[in-house]
């Protein structure tokens, strides 16, 4: 479709041809740009490999992303699931621990994280990990457990916070470039 010569690499006139016939909306200058950025060997050609690593490149990042955003959900969840409780994580687990000696067994803790959050089980060796928790344990030291994993919620939450302020920041820096407030981007938006 691209490679309209056949030799094997996009000339920038058949990359231009190429994602015109894509009808995908792109302005030549945004299309010479995406060359750019493909044709890493900087050469006006962009070669099967340097196509091929960049959608590669691509879709990790993607992918990591994605993961990303299932872990920040998932540790969402657990937060809220402790602070709705009412008790520190601390307290709620040591209600498993029957002989106080600030350990558990591994199993009961799996059990309290299932009450927790449902369909937890693929996420257990992410939670045991950021815990401090060897997968060959069967007793969990509670103190070092409850404060590994507190400080990893609490520092999604701080960071999810500071992403929500800046992104908010950022609206409110457009708007007033533009001369309106919110109250007036919140009338355009309500157009029934």
């Not at 621990?97 to 937890?120: A, G, H, M, P, Q």
């Not at 045991?128 to 404060?147: C, Y």
């Not at 999604?156 to 708007?175: A, V, Y």
């Amino acid at each position: 479709m691209f490679d309209r010569n056949g030799d094997g690499k996009i000339s920038r006139s058949e990359f231009r041809a190429g994602m015109e016939s894509l009808d995908i909306g792109l302005q030549n200058d945004e299309i010479d740009d995406l060359m750019r950025m493909i044709n890493t060997k900087k050469d006006g050609n962009i070669s099967y490999d340097e196509f091929i690593a960049q959608m590669d490149a691509n879709i990790r990042h993607r992918r990591d992303i994605l993961r990303e955003n299932v872990e920040d959900a998932l540790f969402k969840r657990i937060h809220e699931s402790i602070v709705y409780q009412g008790e520190t994580l601390y307290d709620s687990l040591k209600l498993y621990d029957l002989d106080n000696s600030d350990t558990i067994l591994k199993e009961d803790l799996v059990r309290y994280l299932k009450k927790l959050v449902s369909n937890i089980q693929p996420h257990l060796p992410l939670i045991f990990s950021v815990g401090g928790i060897k997968e060959e344990a069967e007793r969990i030291d509670l103190p070092v457990f409850a404060h590994k994993l507190m400080a990893e919620l609490d520092a999604r939450e701080k960071r999810t916070s500071s992403m929500k302020l800046k992104f908010l920041q950022r609206i409110h820096s457009l708007l007033k470039s533009k001369g309106l407030s919110l109250f007036d981007m919140f009338v355009k938006m309500d157009v029934n």
